[in-house]
Every structure is written in C-alpha cells, then in structure tokens.
C-alpha cells in the first residue's frame, strides 16, 4: 500500500512538473521552428511545425542588419561587470544584515527587488543625462545595479542566517576582527549561496531590455536590443525575430544547464540551514 502511495506521489508530481514547464518548452520549440522557416511557411494556415526543409537565412539576417558581435561585447561587458560588482557590494551587505538582524534594512532590499525597473528610469536618465553619460555602457553597468544587487543581498541573507554562530564567536575570542571572521569563516561556508547569487544576477542582468533600450547609444546597445531591431514598420518579419531570441537566450540557457545542480544545491543548502 506505501509502495503504491508513493508510485501514485511520484506519477502526480511529474505530472505537475510537466504542466509547469510544457508552457515553455513548446514556446521554445516554436520560436525553433519559426527560425528555420521561411516567411512564407510562417505564415502559412494551418501552420507549419516541422521545417521542411529547414533554412538557416534567418540567422543570417539577424547578422547582416545588426552589429552581433558588438552588441554581444557590450552585453558581456555589462552582465559582467554588473554581476561582479553586485557581489562585491552585495555580500558584504548581506552578511551585515544578516548578523545585525537588521529588520527594517532587510525590508527596504525586499521593496527594492520588488520594485518595477520603469519607476528608477526616468530619474537615473535625467541624471545620466546631466552628467553626460547617456549612449555609453556606464549608466547600463549602474543601472542594472539596481537589478542585481537587491537579488545578491537577499540571497545572501538567508544563507548568512543559517551560519552557525558559533564559528564566527570562536574565531573573535581568538582575536579576529569581524571583517576577518566574515572573511575566513563566513564566506567559505557560504560559496553554495555566492554561486547562485552570481547565476541569477548574471542571467536578470542579460535578460534586461527597458534600461539598454532608453540608456544606450548606437555603438553601446546590448543582444536584447538587437531582437528589438527586427521589428520594423512595415510588418513583424517571424523567422529573424525568432533567430535572434534564439541567439540572445542560447547564453543563458547553456549556462543554466550547466550550473543546474550548483543552483539546485545552493538554494536547498539555503532553505536546509535556514531551517
């Protein structure tokens, strides 16, 4: 009877997984399909699923009406350096709210992460403006700041909170300074929770279209600006939209696939301690 409970448990649980995730696996799928067809079988009735056959022209046209190659240096440049200095400032700050059991601190990160990206851009624009900052990769770098650190610091948090204490306790009454403690004790214990904070900045801060769009110049745009590009006035051209999604999302995804287990892993070693 426990045998046929947990078969009947698991069989139910696979079934929700896939209802959760079938919605995006067919979404991609679809934008697949669309990128190897060409306009005509896109828009074909009733639609066409499986190219035949397939066309690479697509690919090719995301290539001839954008500059990729620098688009994609400018988003490196960007995710980098945003998910670098998230870290740096974002660790720190967690451990400190972490340690301190500073309520109020922890519910501004908690606003600031929920907080629609559109409400800080019109003011970090104007400042950027007045500075003259605007078309250059700088106000991307800090504005996405505002993505990805508010993500590191609360990650961070709960981590730092299922720290025993005691370890922290013993290497001050050996003479430690608390920044040596957080150094040596803290943070090692901590690299499960540092790696996921790292992925999920770096994936939010790729991702991000509304501060590239408004902030960037021609020569500072990043990849998700060139799947704007392809849209133009005269009609939506399916098959390079579809490629040039394929092509920004393709980083991202490669990089989830390859640090599942290390994001799994953090995040269950996160909810165990906290706990």
Do not use: C
Not at 26 to 51: A, H
Not at 126 to 147: E, K, N, S
């Amino acid at each position: 009877m426990r045998k046929a409970k947990r078969i009947i448990g698991n069989i139910g649980f696979g079934f929700g997984v896939l209802m959760l995730v079938s919605p995006a696996i067919l979404v991609f799928l679809w934008m697949l399909s669309l990128s190897l067809k060409n306009e005509l079988d896109n828009t074909d009735y009733p639609p066409v699923f499986i190219p035949n056959p397939p066309v690479w022209d697509n690919f090719a046209a995301v290539f001839e009406r954008n500059d990729f190659l620098k688009y994609a240096i400018n988003s490196v440049i960007v995710s980098f350096s945003a998910t670098g200095l998230a870290i740096l400032l974002g660790v720190p700050a967690g451990y400190g709210i972490a340690k301190m059991r500073a309520t109020k601190a922890a519910v501004v990160i908690l606003i600031a992460r929920i907080t629609p990206g559109l409400s800080y851009l019109i003011p970090l624009f104007l400042l950027f403006q007045w500075v003259g900052l605007t078309g250059t990769v700088v106000p991307i770098i800090i504005t996405h700041l505002v993505i990805t650190v508010p993500i590191v610091v609360w990650i961070m948090m709960g981590f730092f909170e299922g720290l025993p204490a005691e370890l922290e306790e013993a290497a001050l009454v050996d003479g430690a300074t608390i920044w040596q403690a957080f150094r040596h004790v803290a943070m090692p214990l901590a690299k499960p929770g540092i790696t996921v904070a790292t992925i999920l900045a770096f994936i939010f801060s790729w991702n991000n279209f509304i501060f590239a769009m408004v902030l960037a110049g021609r020569e500072s745009r990043t990849l998700p600006v060139a799947v704007n590009n392809m849209l133009t006035f005269e009609q939506i051209s399916w098959g390079p939209l579809s490629a040039a999604a394929l092509l920004v999302t393709a980083p991202v995804l490669v990089l989830t696939l390859l640090a599942q287990k290390q994001i799994v892993a953090g995040l269950t070693a996160g909810g165990v301690k906290g706990g």
